[in-house]
């Protein structure tokens, strides 16, 4: 199992760029890395999935390391809205494992104006 | 239109009751699942089902039974209602987690569940 590691929280102002980091050491070969957004009284919401090197989209960029042990989420230029639960998820894309499914405790991303 | 949707979104009643939660999901997906989310922010898997056939069940008392009449259906009762069960309840869906699941889940909005 892929236990992951995120850091409790974090602060950042309007207008910064903020990059949240996951430890998962134990990474397998077949394990993709996807982080997922969560709002108050919300279910988490996808935000971007990777496997290696670099991945971006609208909203975010994945950013993995060539050993794949971490991989940092980097929100550009974060706007108030963007406070919420980030967590990082890591399993295989085809599982039949709820140890693959179980989310960690995530890190709450606080935007100040 | 909503994605997943469930029903009730908020849930208050006496230790010992009997109560339902119900969940549909109108994206054409083949498993959906259930989580629980405690006080502190972890979310744990309960139950899958892929077409209607149980994949997943998670170490969780027995007073939790889950049933889905059909794939886009994946409803939760809980028996004997004590006060640990106290959280919020997400269903939550995806393509097909045997063959094709693309990593995403899709969640509702939550049901939070009081136990007095």
């Known amino acids: 199992l892929a236990k992951t590691t995120q850091p409790i929280s974090m602060d950042s102002y309007e207008g910064q760029e903020v990059n949240i980091t996951c430890s998962h050491n134990?990474?397998?070969?077949?394990?993709?890395i996807t982080w997922y957004q969560q709002f108050p009284s919300q279910g988490p919401r996808f935000i971007i999935q990777?496997?290696?090197t670099k991945v971006t989209n609208e909203v975010a960029s994945l950013f993995i390391p060539a050993d794949r042990k971490s991989s940092t989420l980097s929100l550009p230029r974060v706007s108030l809205s963007d406070t919420a639960v980030y967590y990082c998820l890591v399993g295989d894309r085809v599982s039949g494992s709820a140890r693959q499914l179980t989310f960690g405790s995530g890190t709450q991303l606080t935007v100040l104006p | 239109d909503t994605a997943v949707s469930q029903t009730p979104k908020y849930l208050v009643t006496q230790m010992g009751n009997d109560k339902s939660i119900k969940c549909e999901q109108n994206l054409g997906h083949d498993t959906m699942y259930w989580y629980k989310q405690d006080s502190k922010k972890f979310l744990k898997i309960m139950f899958s089902?892929?077409?209607?056939?149980?994949?997943i069940n998670e170490t969780v008392p027995n007073r939790f039974s889950p049933k889905s009449p059909d794939k886009a259906h994946l409803n939760l009762h809980i028996n004997s209602l004590e006060l640990g069960d106290s959280a919020v309840y997400f269903c939550?869906?995806?393509?097909?987690?045997?063959?094709?699941?693309?990593?995403?889940?899709?969640f509702g909005e939550g049901s939070r569940l009081t136990v007095l």
């Open positions: 089902y892929n077409n209607k056939e149980l994949i």
């Open positions: 134990n990474i397998a070969t077949n394990d993709y």
């Open positions: 939550a869906s995806s393509p097909n987690i045997l063959t094709g699941n693309t990593g995403e889940l899709f």
């Open positions: 990777g496997y290696k």
